[in-house]
């Protein structure tokens, strides 16, 4: 962040350098995906602004309008809700991996376990 703290990342005169901004209250998410110009092209999504979990979405095709979004295929385990950017995220996975977790392990454990919004142990123990 260069030190110019966490509220610099809300910003709204920050642009990106290769494509121009359009304000989602502005445009469709449909109408953008439908637009000739990006076919092929993938979008990028980045949650969580302090930890920047930054998503690759590659969109194979569409299925007919209904009332919800849903996402129908994915690669990857559903990352733990406050682990601490990626680096919080490997060590929690080191956590479950290690035969003989020492005391602060045994604490992420716990956390985790009793804590996490979302506690599926799936990509923890074996991915």
């Known amino acids: 962040m260069g030190g110019k703290g966490i509220d610099a990342m809300h910003d709204r005169n920050r642009v990106h350098s290769q494509t121009p901004e ?18 092929g092209a993938g979008l990028e999504y980045e949650y969580d602004f302090g930890d920047c979990w930054a998503h690759r979405i590659e969109v194979l095709g569409r299925a007919d309008a ?3 979004f849903e ?15 990626i680096q919080g995220w490997l060590k929690l996975r080191e956590v479950y991996r290690t035969s003989n977790p020492d005391s602060e392990q045994k604490e992420k454990r716990k956390w985790y ?4 919004s979302n506690r599926d ?7």
């Open 121 to 127: 142990l799936r990509g923890l123990v074996n991915g």
């Open 66 to 68: 209904t009332a919800k």
């Open 22 to 39: 359009v304000h989602s209250n502005k445009t469709k998410l449909g109408k953008v995906l439908e637009n000739p110009d990006y076919a």
């Open 113 to 116: 376990e009793n804590m996490a």
């Open 71 to 85: 996402c129908i295929d994915g690669e990857g385990h559903g990352v733990a809700e406050d682990a601490g950017s």
